[in-house]
């Protein structure tokens, strides 16, 4: 998501065909924190998964985001798992690169750390600017 989504009109008109009749909502950078996927219980054989997060509502919403909980069903976990697999980075939806907070350049951000002001950033530049963690084989 970028700054220029209006929290008022998250579906303008003309643009996100699909489920154009569906409420629409959106989770922003400072929700992003928020999204989970784990199993709906304690984990035991044969219990659904659920995805949970907070989506951001309206300037006028007396609640400044809605926690949203889906229940996936094993098949519906793994259909999720059919549309997100394989994907490149660049192939995902909205992309899933961002500007490195420390060098510059791209970064994927299954691959990157937040910096010190949540950015997200290569390992190797986090090592360098705030010092590696012990783990860290320089890899």
Do not use: F
Not at 103 to 115: K, M
């Amino acid at each position: 998501m970028g700054d220029d989504v209006d929290p008022e009109d998250q579906r303008p008109d003309g643009h996100y065909h699909v489920d154009r009749d569906a409420d629409w909502c959106y989770v922003d950078d400072d929700l992003a924190g928020t999204i989970a996927l784990g199993p709906a219980t304690d984990g035991e054989p044969g219990d659904d998964w659920v995805l949970t997060l907070s989506a951001a509502m309206s300037d006028g919403d007396p609640e400044p985001a809605k926690r949203v909980a889906v229940r996936l069903t094993p098949w519906t976990l793994h259909e999720l798992y059919i549309e997100a697999r394989n994907l490149s980075p660049d192939a995902r939806q909205a992309g899933h690169t961002a500007e490195c907070g420390l060098c510059g350049e791209q970064v994927p951000l299954d691959r990157a750390w937040p910096d010190n002001r949540k950015r997200p950033c290569h390992l190797d530049c986090y090592a360098d600017a705030l010092g590696a963690p012990p783990w860290y084989d320089g890899q």
